[in-house]
């Protein structure tokens, strides 16, 4: 008798989630939003060699030109005479950047305490209950605090953004982890004597991506705009650093004569949380069987 070779549940899930860029691509809305994030994280990444001016260079001669009237400055100037077109590429960068430092260092390390608490019901009370303190302070008070004892700028931002991140991402990963270790294969694993660090990177943890990476998805839309607000408010990047939040705060003073200096980038936040937004919805009902049905 042939014996046939069973794979693993990692490799199983493995095999899933290649199936869900097919099936997600498929939606319309899901392709739109894929396609406009993947061009504007080109973009950005490019900024240096597609940016038509220095985002720095001021020329109060083009002070205030609205967009499209002139043709070397597509979305006008600011009031310093910098090109619009040139601080939104750098600014788009540097706020995707941002999040992308919140989101990974935050995320992973909620993702960690999360499948600890489930995997180790003995730390799991203490753990979810420091969590529950994390998440009933705003991510907005604790960039006010953070920046009232470092002062303003990127640093205490991201610091924030991620303290903020974490009990969020430890609810979710708990208790999805919670669900994977009812299964039959953590029993079998054990039974061979398996150990806990083996299980947890063998079969907890791949097991609890695909839950993870959709509420990553949409935390990261909502990073963003948490994190463009309190440049808004002057905690985060000082002028005259091209940064979408301090760009739309800049642009205040003007907007009943130069109201595109705030609309610009406050659209282009919009335009980045939508796309993540639908994203991580279309891939939420992508990855839930019961969705699909």
């Not at 990974?104 to 489930?118: E, W």
């Not at 303190?133 to 470092?150: C, D, E, K, N, Y």
């Not at 005259?240 to 003007?254: K, S, Y």
Request: proline share 6%; hydrophobic share 55%; glycine share 8%.
């Amino acid at each position: 008798m042939t014996d046939v070779a069973v794979p693993s549940p990692a490799v199983a899930a493995m095999a899933t989630r290649r199936s869900v860029a097919y099936r997600l691509l498929r939606e319309p809305t899901a392709f739109v939003s894929t396609l406009f994030l993947v061009l504007v994280v080109v973009a950005a990444v490019l900024a240096p060699w597609i940016a038509p001016y220095d985002p720095y260079f001021t020329d109060q001669a083009k002070a205030l030109r609205p967009p499209f009237e002139d043709p070397s400055y597509l979305l006008g100037t600011d009031a310093q005479g910098r090109d619009m077109l040139s601080r939104l590429l750098y600014g788009t960068r540097l706020t995707l950047l941002m999040g992308l430092v919140a989101l990974v260092t935050g995320g992973g390390l909620g993702a960690l305490v999360g499948i600890l608490a489930a995997y180790y019901r003995c730390v799991d009370g203490l753990l979810m209950r420091t969590m529950d303190v994390l998440l009933s302070f705003p991510a907005i008070l604790f960039g006010l605090a953070i920046a009232a004892i470092t002062g303003p700028g990127l640093t205490p931002i991201v610091i924030a953004l991620a303290i903020a991140t974490v009990p969020l991402l430890a609810r979710i990963a708990r208790s999805t982890a919670l669900v994977v270790m009812q299964q039959d294969y953590i029993d079998a694993a054990r039974s061979v004597g398996l150990g806990d660090a083996a299980i947890i990177r063998r079969y907890l943890m791949p097991n609890c991506l695909s839950s993870i990476f959709v509420f990553m998805t949409l935390r990261f839309g909502q990073i963003i705009l948490i994190g463009a607000a309190l440049s808004f408010l002057g905690l985060g990047a000082q002028p005259p650093t091209a940064e979408l939040g301090t760009m739309a705060a800049n642009g205040r003073d003007f907007l009943f004569f130069a109201p595109h200096i705030a609309t610009v980038p406050s659209l282009s936040i919009f335009a980045i949380v939508l796309a993540f937004n639908v994203l991580g919805d279309a891939l939420r009902d992508v990855l839930d069987p019961r969705l699909r049905q």
